[in-house]
């Protein structure tokens, strides 16, 4: 994997091993020996698509620090037009903008690249290289922007597969997750589509309202959070002890014996006794000595996350496996792991007889989370404002891939767009695709002379899209409800399952908010069949 990792960054054949070597030791990622394992073959191979998909995971894994000097290394030592564009995109999205365009500043290498990744446009089409090879860049990007903005507000796609239109449209989409350029034109449908049934767009101001999570720095956040992911299940640290070749086999039994089982109960008096002396004992061994603090950081982690006070705040740390949390949740969150480092290990390992000097490792951590915590509270407390956002029907073949945009389980589910009940309101804002609305049609005839015409909405922002999630909620129910009621609909209604209403927490907290009361279809009447749209319990939005 480290082999597939560093050399296939390069879509060049020159590079060598040396340059390669010196790009992971910048970054600080791989230990010599893991280097020197590195085979050169790889600079011939072509990249298949498992090795994409690892190179890929790798880079998002990096911490912002390392993604930038990664960046920067590998924009130094060769040409842009031999750095794998999916590679240079993965890195762009890792690293902190501010800390990219500082850098631009001082290499011209470097600045060319940081333009083009600040107009959004992706590095996997046709565009990438005519922009580097342009003389005038400047002037290429804002031409080229112009042409995007069409197909971004849901311009149709010619029925002929022109690559050109092919190549705006799919930067209309905005990086959408997990497609390529290639996945778009391959698997794009063919063929007219029904028309929209919805055909007339609206504008909104909206509250912008900073995303804390994007506030914090993602290194403290994994330094804190690595340690407790090794040893936050009952028998991670056990198994841990079992594989480790430096403790003797006495030592090890010991150990094991002494350790709780589960999270309750925490420690009787005879496995505090224990574990307190055999903790003097790991202490002086003879092993080496960072194999002896990471035994020992990790038993004092595991202690402490075991204890039955930790009960009520454990889901607090998965918080952190939602991108999309809300503002409240990450709040509690960081809370959490602050209170973790500064509160709970010193007391685990006060308990132990332990001398907290011994580990600074653990106050350094609650040092930068604190410093962390208050960065949160002045984002919090910044006055927010407005941006105007605008809302456009759609339903185009591009909007195939809907699911990639919303970040959804429909990312293949190309057949919904084919059917006349459904389509696409994109939502857009800052020039960017900031989310869609998926807008059904429920028809149903109540009698030979009488059809009931219902709508039915879903909202999915997208994650960076930092607006009021209950302002957009209440723009979005308002303005829809008005325009059922023009068009002489029946009703506006949401699915009851919140899976089929958003995957936003901020929208189902709106939408939790409003206490809507679900109530189900009759028995007589056929159940909901509307694109995404399936079930037969409802929340009404409006009604006539």
Not at 139 to 162: P, W
Not at 235 to 248: C, K, M, N, V
Not at 457 to 478: H, K, M, N, S
Request: net charge neutral; with cysteine.
């Amino acid at each position: 994997m480290v082999a597939i990792f560093t050399t296939s960054l390069l879509s060049s054949t020159q590079t060598t091993f040396a340059g390669q070597a010196s790009i992971l030791g910048t970054i600080g990622m791989y230990s010599p020996s893991s280097m020197q394992s590195l085979s050169t073959s790889w600079y011939r191979q072509p990249m298949d698509d498992a090795g994409q998909s690892t190179l890929l995971r790798d880079i998002t894994r990096l911490t912002p620090k390392k993604a930038l000097a990664l960046l920067k290394e590998v924009t130094s030592a060769h040409e842009l037009e031999n750095i794998r564009p999916s590679a240079l995109a993965a890195m762009f999205e890792a690293s902190p903008s501010v800390a990219m365009r500082e850098a631009a500043k001082h290499r011209d290498h470097l600045r060319r690249a940081v333009a083009y990744a600040d107009t959004g446009l992706p590095f996997d089409c046709p565009f990438w290289p005519r922009y580097l090879a342009d003389e005038h860049p400047a002037e290429f990007l804002a031409k080229l922007q112009e042409e995007v903005a069409r197909y971004r507000s849901g311009a149709n796609i010619a029925d002929v597969h022109d690559p050109q239109e092919l190549a705006l449209a799919y930067a209309g989409l905005d990086h959408p997750t997990l497609l390529t350029f290639s996945d778009f034109c391959r698997n794009l449908p063919r063929g007219p589509l029904p028309k929209l049934f919805l055909t007339e767009s609206f504008t909104a101001r909206l509250r912008h309202a900073p995303m804390l999570n994007t506030v914090m720095d993602k290194g403290v956040l994994k330094a804190a959070s690595d340690p407790i992911d090794h040893v936050r299940l009952p028998d991670q640290f056990p198994q841990r002890l079992r594989e480790s070749p430096a403790l003797s086999p006495d030592l090890r039994r010991q150990l094991l014996e002494a350790l709780p089982s589960g999270f309750h109960p925490w420690l009787t008096e005879p496995q505090h006794a224990s574990i307190t002396k055999l903790t003097r004992k790991l202490i002086s061994a003879e092993m080496p000595e960072q194999r002896r603090r990471s035994m020992l950081i990790h038993l004092i982690v595991f202690l402490t996350w075991q204890h039955p006070a930790m009960a009520p705040h454990r889901k607090d740390f998965f918080h952190f496996r939602d991108e999309r949390m809300s503002n409240d949740d990450f709040i509690v969150a960081t809370g959490f792991l602050e209170q973790f480092y500064r509160v709970w290990i010193p007391e685990t390992m006060s308990t132990l007889g332990i001398d907290p000097k011994r580990f600074p490792f653990f106050a350094k951590i609650a040092a930068r989370l604190e410093e962390e915590q208050h960065k949160i509270a002045a984002a919090g407390s910044l006055e927010s404002h407005e941006e105007l956002v605008e809302f456009h029907p759609s339903k185009n073949r591009a909007d195939a891939y809907f699911g990639h945009v919303s970040d959804d389980s429909n990312k293949w589910e190309f057949g919904h767009i084919e059917g006349d009940h459904f389509q696409f309101y994109r939502i857009i804002s800052r020039g960017r695709l900031m989310g869609l609305l998926y807008v059904g049609l429920d028809k149903y005839k109540t009698s030979w002379l009488r059809t009931e015409r219902n709508l039915l909405i879903a909202i999915q922002p997208r994650t960076f899209w930092d607006v009021d999630r209950e302002q957009l909620f209440d723009v979005v129910r308002t303005r829809f409800a008005g325009l059922a009621h023009r068009r002489g609909y029946n009703g506006l209604y949401m699915m009851a399952n919140p899976h089929q209403q958003s995957n936003d927490p901020g929208i189902h907290q709106a939408i939790a908010a409003k206490a809507l009361a679900p109530f189900n279809l009759p028995e007589s009447r056929p159940r909901i069949n509307a694109g995404v749209f399936q079930g037969r319990e409802l929340l009404t939005l409006w009604k006539e």
